[in-house]
């Protein structure tokens, strides 16, 4: 399971070869930049979710080359979807992603319980006490 940094085609690539399962969230960034999605009849997928709603796509292609499934969810209360691709079964995937999800919100509110804005240790030495 990966985030957004990771959602580029050769790593993608290199897991739908090994087969290594994945889920990936998609890294959208500026929402008029989507990546390129073709669907199973060779036309492009625009990426759109009503608020509230869940949508499917299986057996897309992630830049043309690497065939993903595509999870859109968008849960009411938030101000954007969620896009996911994987090589899983779509709801499994969103699943995943939605429990990876509460991991995060958990060490956010643990870190602002105990006054901690910022842990982000980028050198082994710095998580030595």
């Not at 960034?29 to 499917?56: C, E, M, S, W, Y």
């Not at 954007?80 to 995060?104: G, T, V």
Request: aromatic share 10%; proline share 6%; net charge positive.
């Amino acid at each position: 399971m990966l985030d957004r940094e990771f959602s580029y085609r050769a790593l993608m690539e290199r897991l739908y070869v090994a087969e290594i399962p994945f889920v990936i969230r998609l890294n959208l960034g500026d929402q008029h930049q989507q990546p390129r999605l073709i669907g199973a009849d060779g036309n492009p997928i625009q990426l759109f979710v009503r608020p509230g709603k869940t949508i499917i796509h299986r057996q897309v292609y992630y830049l043309g080359i690497v065939p993903v499934n595509l999870v859109g969810h968008w849960r009411k209360g938030l101000s954007n979807p969620l896009w996911i691709i994987s090589s899983l079964e779509p709801k499994a995937a969103l699943q995943i992603y939605q429990n990876r999800m509460k991991i995060e919100m958990t060490f956010k509110q643990c870190k602002d319980l105990l006054h901690l804005p910022k842990l982000m240790n980028k050198r082994q030495d710095y998580t030595k006490r």
